[in-house]
């Protein structure tokens, strides 16, 4: 029977005033059993043993006309008088072995966890399943010492997938701030292989407190929150995949190039949104940019518009060029108003490696939101994979300022970085250089378009992300070929005003860019061709150069 339990939507409660409020707890939890969750535990760390015992046998008998487990925390004589079937512990009350001598074998134990030892010694003991976490602080959770987020998740996701059979068998839970507004993206991120070989161990479920206690009608927000969980985010609900390889690569490149033209068409027949949380530095050039490729920009920095906004069906490019505590405010409100309604979001970490500061900030953004691409430099992207969980088994050098600096990988070591990362992120990651690497960690692609003046001028690559996110927003079936369809555009563009008799150098160059952007997309979006695109397929990716710590 325990080995058969949904663990999906798993209900804690909560009888503080806070977030129960005069309501009467039992009813809030029949409520709830309505609405579709799957297992309950009793939490109460205050009243005394009889109102424990009281309450916990009321919430039993409408757990059991559900058919519907009923666990105690903490408390395995509660749990022993009730009859209910199981206890969940924390790390400060009874281990789990005592617990299953007390209580048999028959009954569902759980057991916190927040590292990967506690993990390990909690299968060990007996444990039938984990609460992993605390993901983000709560009002029920503020100790910020078990905060460990996506990442501390994935590890410890990961250490049992890789240990023995007992460990890669144990149910799993995620616990800490779960809601509606972050369920489906919370279930995408931990479901990160490592490798395009290793499927990776599942999250069984959320916990849920106050998003079903606190809700006005429990019944409505439970089963709100468990139609999410069986529908994918919105964020990929436009997407067509899975993606296959062609038979050649000749066969390949033609059906990308094909797939760009059609892009470019797209774009410019939709003219989807640009918002642009950019620096005042390239606001101007990223505008007139995304007007000329057939955009419509807006530069909106204050998040507070971003919900409206993200109802246009255009997409957000997060640049961090300025990085200030109000502004990483702004982006993470921003990114989950456009995870909500399923606009793309391009992330820009510029000059992340460049202090402890944007490190610390790259880290917060994947911690809180799902980004579609991630574009940067080799030094940017090492800096995101840093911040993914990776460490680097190879060469690194510090990033001064926003510069990309000397190359330190080969290609094939640059595609093993960016196809690896795009595998865990479950997203696009682009590698900008001299020649660009594109992956979504299934296909992998180089394109040797570009010129050098693009170096040369202040926010080409920012206005690159301003050209993706038009791109990405007019073409979301297949978001890789769409991406490569934007920097083919931008690129060849950059090429066509570097031949101009008018260029002299990096100041004409720029005007002259902005009109070869407009004249290439007209002449694309009207049946033209990608003349002179260099993009190769690169299908035997190495691994090896990011590895999870």
């Known amino acids: ?105 028959d009954k569902i134990i759980g057991a916190t966890v927040s590292s990967i030892e506690e993990a390990r010694i909690a299968v060990e003991r007996g444990a039938d399943y984990l609460g992993i976490g605390t993901l983000y602080a709560t009002n029920t959770k ?35 701030g779960v809601n509606a507004s972050n369920l489906q993206r919370i279930t995408h991120q931990l479901h990160a292989p490592s490798s395009p070989s290793t499927q990776p161990k599942p999250i069984d479920g959320v916990a849920v407190v106050s998003a079903i206690i606190g809700a006005p009608d429990p019944k409505t927000a439970s089963s709100h929150l468990s139609k999410l969980l069986h529908s994918p985010p919105p964020f990929k609900a436009h997407s067509t995949e899975p993606h296959f390889w062609l038979e050649s690569n000749a066969q390949e490149i033609t059906h990308v190039l094909s797939f760009a033209s059609l892009a470019t068409k797209s774009v410019r027949e939709k003219s989807p949104l640009s918002h642009n949380m ?115 088994s190879g060469p690194t050098s510090q990033q001064r300022g926003v510069d990309s600096g000397t190359a330190v990988y080969t290609l094939p070591q640059k595609a093993s970085i960016v196809s690896t990362l795009a595998l865990r992120e479950r997203c696009i990651v ?19 378009n570009g010129h050098a003046y693009l170096g040369m001028i202040t926010g080409s690559g920012c206005t690159l992300g301003t050209t993706l996110s038009a ?34 150098g990096p100041g004409t160059f720029v005007p002259a860019f902005l009109d070869e952007l407009y004249r290439l997309g007209v002449k694309v979006a009207g049946d033209g061709e990608w003349e002179g695109a260099r993009v190769e397929c690169v299908k035997d990716v190495g691994e090896g150069v990011l590895v999870l710590d």
């Open 430 to 448: 682009l590698m900008t250089g001299a020649t660009d690497v594109i992956s979504d960690g299934n296909r992998t692609y180089t394109i040797s």
């Open 278 to 392: 950019t620096n005042l530095v390239v606001q101007n050039f990223a505008a007139n940019v995304a007007l000329c490729i057939g955009a419509s920009p807006i530069m909106a920095n204050y998040a507070a518009e971003a919900p409206d906004l993200a109802r246009l069906g255009g997409a957000l490019v997060v640049n961090m060029g300025t990085v200030t505590p109000d502004g990483l405010a702004n982006f993470k409100q921003a990114i989950n108003a456009y995870n909500l309604a399923g606009g793309p979001i391009i992330l820009d970490p510029v000059g992340a490696g460049a202090t402890s500061v944007r490190r610390s900030a790259v880290a917060e953004l994947l911690n809180n939101g799902y980004f579609d691409l991630i574009k940067g430099n080799e030094r940017e992207i090492l800096a995101v994979a840093s911040a993914s969980g990776f460490s680097v």
């Open 1 to 105: 029977m325990k080995d058969q339990v949904d663990y999906s939507l798993y209900l804690v409660t909560d009888s503080t005033e806070a977030i129960l409020g005069s309501r009467d707890l039992v009813q809030v939890v029949e409520q709830a059993l309505i609405g579709g969750v799957t297992i309950v535990q009793y939490r109460d760390k205050t009243s005394d043993t009889g109102v424990l015992i009281s309450t916990a046998k009321a919430l039993h008998e409408k757990c059991k006309a559900h058919n519907i487990p009923l666990l105690i925390n903490d408390r395995v004589d509660v749990a022993l008088a009730v009859g209910c079937e199981g206890v969940h512990l924390g790390q400060d009350d009874m281990n789990v072995s005592e617990a299953r001598n007390l209580l048999g074998n």
């Open 142 to 176: 503020k100790n910020t010492k078990d905060i460990i987020g996506i990442n501390g998740i994935r590890k410890i996701l990961k250490s049992l997938n890789d240990g023995n059979e007992a460990e890669k068998k144990v149910k799993t839970v995620c616990i800490g």
């Open 471 to 504: 791109y990405l927003a007019a073409n979301q079936g297949d978001k890789l070929l769409a991406a490569i369809a934007g920097v083919l555009h931008y690129e060849i563009a950059a090429e066509e005003a570097s031949r101009r008799e008018d260029v002299k």
